[in-house]
């Protein structure tokens, strides 16, 4: 997809990656201080991202790319 955002898109963008690096670095922290297996994060976020995607209804399309994004950021 290409084409400018419009500002309330920006804000959106600018929200989401903040919100995912946030994420990252907590994981991160997590899998230093051995409270959280390296790994264990991102593969439940798949096996939970297929089990919503195999529902009917109740996440939308913004919510999956959240997770999305998490788990691609938490892939090491």
């Known amino acids: 997809m290409t ?3 419009s500002p309330e898109g920006e804000v959106i963008a600018a929200y989401g990656a903040a919100m995912v690096a946030a994420f990252q670095v907590l994981i991160n922290c997590l899998e230093e201080n051995d409270a959280l297996l390296p790994g264990a994060l991102s593969y439940a976020l798949g096996v939970d991202m297929e089990m919503v995607k195999s529902r009917k ?7 999956l790319a ?11």
């Open 57 to 63: 209804g109740g996440v939308n399309d913004m919510t």
């Open 66 to 76: 959240v997770l999305h994004d998490i788990r691609a950021a938490t892939l090491d």
């Open 3 to 5: 084409g400018k955002l």
